[in-house]
């Protein structure tokens, strides 16, 4: 539904296309790379987006189940989309992958605390995906924003007591 709403929303600005893509699920992620090359013609560019914080606590209190979703949906996701992507840009002579890491990937935050391992995971997958890819012509760069008012990231910015610690962190303390 969502999606629906989405591209109904997007389509008088250009040509759109709406497919539901769960990133850990591998027919999904065919679906949706097939989908774009039928619809535009080619891939250019892949921006891995997609994250999950299943859990709030230090590393150590992080359940196994969490763990793993994490890291599922957080990294592995853009490593294998990278590898599914990979054929299409090299049919369009290179591309561009962008991941989205976060501020936690460069300080930890306790609260964050498999999430921000999973976001530091994505600092190295660019630096040895930029490395590999580069002889084909692609570019992998990561960007890393600080905390976006969104509802993943609600119990960040609710509390003072949770969000005043964290902006002591941000250089502009916003």
């Not at 109904?8 to 990133?23: D, I, K, M, S």
Request: hydrophobic share 40%; net charge positive; proline share 3%.
């Amino acid at each position: 539904d969502n999606v629906a709403k989405a591209v109904e929303r997007l389509t008088p600005r250009g040509r759109v296309a709406g497919v539901v893509c769960h990133v850990g699920k591998r027919d999904d992620r065919v679906a949706l790379l097939k989908t774009a090359e039928e619809k535009f013609g080619g891939i250019d560019i892949l921006v891995s987006n997609a994250a999950v914080n299943p859990s709030v606590g230090g590393v150590t209190e992080t359940s196994d189940e969490a763990w793993d979703k994490i890291f599922d949906i957080n990294v592995k996701s853009a490593f294998t989309l990278t590898k599914e992507v990979k054929p299409y840009l090299s049919r369009r002579g290179g591309g561009s992958i962008v991941y989205v890491s976060s501020i936690a990937g460069f300080v930890p935050q306790q609260l964050l605390g498999a999430y921000s391992v999973s976001k530091t995971a994505l600092l190295g997958l660019t630096k040895a995906c930029a490395e590999e890819l580069a002889t084909e012509n692609v570019r992998v760069n990561c960007v890393a924003p600080g905390i976006i008012k969104t509802n993943f990231s609600s119990a960040l910015h609710t509390s003072e007591m949770v969000s005043e610690p964290l902006l002591m962190t941000v250089a502009m303390h916003r």
